[in-house]
Structure formats: structure tokens, C-alpha cells
């Protein structure tokens, strides 16, 4: 009765397939490079609450301690009194020793810096944003490469399995062919044609085998986890721009690589006038409070006090060395690379998004053709083994379609490869292939979450994860 229980619970689990959509949720939660990406943008976080310091005061504490030692001389008495010193040439000597301590407390608060602080602070803001579109490009990229690497292994597979029956069916043709050379019925070119063949179509196997183990490589490398069960995925259609004008108009909208620089441009833009304000007058108001003690050891009467003191300062700049008229020009050439920078990006958006579709276009195209010349091989490879089993035909014919349909099917494969991965493609040129338009079963980063937590800190050495 116990070994009946047992049983079921001893038997091993079946191991479940990956669905190239499985594929693309391991890869976001665990490919290493995407894990990176999301720690700079934490760190670039901290941007913000590193400029807002401009505004908040700088308090310090200091003590100090001073011992002075001074000697007094002059002519000695007759009489040794407490405190001198006899000696022969009638000299005295008083030695006199006081500590003073003194501690204290300032507080410095910049009550204007000509703008600088609040344009330091927009442009740390618009870089925090400019980083988190970049980590979502950056998101996109690993789910494509995701599902290249998933495609890939599909395809792979496909190609060893028909390299395989293709050597199957040669090592048919090599024992035939024997049987009917020692009947009288063949040649022994025909034998020869058939081992040369052979040959190749084992050496054919061997770089299939070896492709497919490179791509199980890849997609470790990606996904970090190895592949199980994968199955030739289909193409992606939800989603899909109906024509090319859509689909650029889309990506101009929502690719997080324009919105990147989009912000990139408004940060360079607030540090122009953040490096402009050092022109401008600035306010300091600093607070101290100091306390005085002192001892002396002839005497109690040394003065003890408390002193404070509030001072404004106003500074007004008026020729720094040049430094300040150089960084301003800095500034604005920075700002004038980085609205080049999005036209620039406009058009390699532009550019991808266009030849994905047509890549698209031209895969479907060639998925169907190849499924018709696979079938049409096939049809003609029967006809001419029928048609040798009467004579009609040579052997010659037989191994000339039979490489035929193994191209035919070979071809098609890739085809089937390049039809996946293009329509995934146009997605990601549009800036739509995410967690969230493929319902991925993987929790989403949200690096917001990171940011409020952190952009009003005022205090504290850890990170929000605790390290």
C-alpha cells in the first residue's frame, strides 16, 4: 500500500515547455545586463537629492583647545617668596600656564545662488527622467534579443532534424544501391555518389549540431535560463501598424530613445542657465554660536563667555579669471549636440522601422513560397523513386531532388525565423514591445517606486533596499 503511494510521488515531473513569451519574462527579470541598467538609474536617482543639497543648510560643530605657557623675569628679593626662583645673578623667574577651550556651532544657509541650485535640480530631474526612458530602450532590446534567441534555437532544431532524416534516407540509398550491385542491377558510380553524399550530409549534422549548442548558448546567456521544450514560435500580430506611415508616426510618439534625448535636451538646457547664474549675485546668511573657558592655575579670575553672531553676506561676481564665460559657452554648445543628437535618433528610428517591415513583408513572402517548394520537392522526389523502382530514372535524378527538398526545407525554416523575429522587430522600432502590450507574466520594474522613495532624503547611509 505504501509503495502504491509512493509511486505517484517518485515519478518525475515532465518538464514544461518555453513559449517564446516565457522567454521574454526570464529575460527581463534575470539577464544581467538589464539587472545593471536598473542600479544606474538608482544611482541616478540620487542626482536629485545631491543638487536639492543647494538649498538646505550646512550645519558643523567644532571644538578647539590652546595652552599657553610665558614666562616673567626680573630682579629677585631678599626674601625667597612662593612662586620665584634664587639663584645667583638675583634673577627671578614666574612661570605662568592657561587653557582656553572653546566650542561652537555654524549654520550656513544660501538664501540665493542666482538660480543655480533650481536649475541644478531641474536638470538632475530631467536626467533622472531622460535615464529611465533609456533603461526601458534598454528593456525592449533584451526582450528582442530574447526572442532572436528563442527563433534561433527553433530554427536550429528544425535544420538538424532535416539534416538528420536527409542522412537517414542517404544511408537507405547506400544499402540499396549495394544490394543492386551485387545483383548485377547498379554501378558502382552509383554506390560512390551515394557515399559522397553521405559523407557530406554527416558533416552537414555535425554543424547543425554545433549551430544549435552556440544559439543554447545565447540564450543562457540572455534569458539565464537554459532552453526546454521550445517549439517554432509564431509571428506577433497584435499591435501591428497597418502601414509604414503609422508605424513612424508611432515611433516618433512612444520610442523611449526619443523621449531620452528629449530630456537629454532639457537638461542641457537648465544647465545652461544653471552655469549662467553664476554670474548673478548671491545671499549667504551665516549663524554662530561659541562658548569660551579657560583655566589658570594662579588664579580663578580668567574670563569665561558665550558669544554668537548672525552675518549676511552678499556676493557680487565680477570677473572670475574667465572660467565662468568658457563654461557657459560649454553649456550651450552641449545643448545645441544634444538637439542634433535627436534629430539624429528621429532618423535612425525612422530607418529601423521601415526596414522592419519591410524585412516583414519580404519573410512572409518567402514563408509561403518555401512552403510551396517544399511541397513540390517532395512531390517530385516521390515521382522519381517511383520512377526508378521502372527504370525511368537514374539515381543521379534521385540525390539531385532529394538535396533539393532538404534546401527547400532549410530555407523555409529560416524564413519562418525571420518572419518571428521581424514582427517583433516592429514592435520594438515602435517602442511597443513591453511587459505590458505582451502580457508577460513577470512583474514590471517600476523605477518610480525607487525615486519618490529617495528624492527628498535628507538623511541616511543606506540604500532602500536595506544595504
Same mark, same amino acid.
Given at each position: 500500500m505504501l509503495a502504491a503511494v509512493l509511486v505517484p510521488v517518485l515519478a518525475p515531473i515532465p518538464a514544461v515547455a518555453d513559449t517564446v513569451y516565457d522567454a521574454m519574462a526570464m529575460a527581463y527579470e534575470n539577464n544581467p545586463d538589464l539587472n545593471a541598467a536598473r542600479a544606474g538609474l538608482r544611482a541616478t536617482d540620487e542626482g536629485v537629492t545631491i543638487a536639492k543639497a543647494g538649498?538646505?543648510?550646512?550645519?558643523?560643530?567644532?571644538?578647539?583647545?590652546?595652552?599657553?605657557?610665558?614666562?616673567?623675569?626680573?630682579?629677585?628679593?631678599?626674601?625667597?617668596?612662593?612662586?620665584?626662583?634664587?639663584?645667583?645673578?638675583?634673577?627671578?623667574?614666574?612661570?605662568?600656564?592657561?587653557?582656553?577651550?572653546?566650542?561652537?556651532?555654524?549654520?550656513?544657509?544660501q538664501i540665493f545662488d542666482g538660480f543655480q541650485t533650481l536649475n541644478n535640480v531641474r536638470a538632475a530631474e530631467s536626467t533622472v527622467f531622460s535615464e529611465r526612458a533609456s533603461l526601458r530602450a534598454q528593456e525592449i532590446q533584451i526582450l528582442l534579443a530574447a526572442v532572436e534567441a528563442y527563433a534561433n534555437i527553433a530554427r536550429d532544431q528544425q535544420i538538424l532534424a532535416f539534416r538528420k532524416q536527409n542522412l537517414a534516407f542517404l544511408k537507405e540509398q547506400i544499402s540499396g544501391s549495394r544490394e543492386r550491385l551485387t545483383v548485377g542491377e547498379g554501378t558502382r558510380t552509383d554506390v560512390s555518389l551515394v557515399e559522397a553524399d553521405t559523407a557530406r550530409a554527416t558533416s552537414l549534422v555535425?554543424?547543425?549540431?554545433?549551430?544549435?549548442?552556440?544559439?543554447?548558448?545565447?540564450?543562457?546567456?540572455?534569458?539565464?535560463?537554459?532552453?526546454?521544450?521550445?517549439?517554432?514560435?509564431?509571428?506577433?500580430?497584435?499591435s501591428l501598424p497597418k502601414t509604414i506611415d503609422s508605424a513612424v508616426a508611432t515611433g516618433w510618439r512612444e520610442h523611449p530613445r526619443i523621449l531620452a534625448t528629449m530630456h537629454a535636451v532639457d537638461a542641457a538646457g537648465f544647465e545652461v542657465k544653471s552655469?549662467?547664474?553664476?554670474?548673478?549675485?548671491?545671499?549667504?546668511?551665516?549663524?554662530?554660536?561659541?562658548?569660551?573657558?579657560?583655566?589658570?592655575?594662579?588664579?580663578?579670575?580668567?574670563?569665561?563667555?558665550?558669544?554668537?553672531?548672525?552675518?549676511?553676506?552678499?556676493?557680487?561676481?565680477?570677473?572670475?579669471?574667465?572660467?565662468?564665460?568658457?563654461?557657459?559657452?560649454?553649456?550651450?554648445?552641449r545643448l545645441g549636440q544634444q538637439r542634433i543628437m535627436l534629430d539624429s535618433v528621429r532618423l535612425e528610428v525612422q530607418q529601423t522601422i521601415v526596414s522592419a517591415m519591410a524585412q516583414y513583408d519580404a519573410a512572409l513572402a518567402s514563408v509561403q513560397?518555401?512552403?510551396?517548394?517544399?511541397?513540390?520537392?517532395?512531390?517530385?522526389?516521390?515521382?522519381?523513386?517511383?520512377?526508378?523502382?521502372?527504370?525511368?530514372?537514374?539515381?543521379?535524378?534521385?540525390?539531385?531532388?532529394?538535396?533539393?527538398? =532538404?534546401?527547400?526545407?532549410?530555407? /523555409?525554416? &529560416?524564413?519562418?525565423? *525571420?518572419?518571428? !523575429? @521581424?514582427?517583433?522587430?516592429? =514592435?520594438?522600432?515602435?517602442?511597443? /514591445?513591453? &511587459?505590458?502590450?505582451? *502580457?508577460?507574466? !513577470? @512583474?514590471?520594474?517600476?523605477?518610480?517606486?525607487?525615486?519618490?522613495?529617495?528624492k527628498d532624503a535628507w538623511f541616511g547611509l543606506r540604500t532602500v533596499d536595506g544595504r
Open positions: 538649498w538646505r543648510p550646512q550645519i558643523s560643530a567644532f571644538v578647539s583647545q590652546t595652552r599657553t605657557k610665558f614666562d616673567t623675569v626680573g630682579k629677585s628679593a631678599i626674601l625667597v617668596e612662593p612662586g620665584t626662583v634664587e639663584n645667583p645673578l638675583g634673577v627671578r623667574s614666574d612661570k605662568i600656564s592657561t587653557i582656553a577651550h572653546q566650542r561652537g556651532l555654524t549654520i550656513t544657509q555535425a554543424m547543425a549540431e554545433s549551430q544549435l549548442k552556440q544559439s543554447q548558448a545565447v540564450y543562457l546567456q540572455i534569458v539565464g535560463e537554459p532552453p526546454k521544450g521550445i517549439k517554432q514560435p509564431k509571428p506577433v500580430s497584435k552655469a549662467e547664474g553664476v554670474l548673478l549675485p548671491g545671499v549667504v546668511i551665516q549663524g554662530q554660536v561659541q562658548s569660551n573657558e579657560g583655566t589658570q592655575p594662579s588664579t580663578s579670575s580668567y574670563p569665561n563667555n558665550v558669544t554668537s553672531s548672525l552675518t549676511a553676506r552678499l556676493n557680487v561676481p565680477i570677473y572670475q579669471g574667465g572660467a565662468e564665460y568658457g563654461q557657459i559657452r560649454q553649456a550651450k554648445e513560397a518555401g512552403g510551396m517548394q517544399v511541397k513540390a520537392a517532395n512531390e517530385a522526389l516521390s515521382s522519381l523513386e517511383e520512377e526508378r523502382s521502372y527504370g525511368q530514372s537514374t539515381l543521379l535524378d534521385v540525390l539531385t531532388v532529394q538535396a533539393t527538398v =532538404l534546401n527547400a526545407k532549410e530555407n /523555409l525554416a &529560416v524564413a519562418q525565423r *525571420d518572419a518571428v !523575429v @521581424a514582427s517583433f522587430s516592429i =514592435l520594438a522600432t515602435t517602442g511597443r /514591445l513591453t &511587459v505590458k502590450s505582451q *502580457d508577460l507574466q !513577470v @512583474a514590471e520594474y517600476r523605477a518610480e517606486e525607487h525615486y519618490e522613495k529617495v
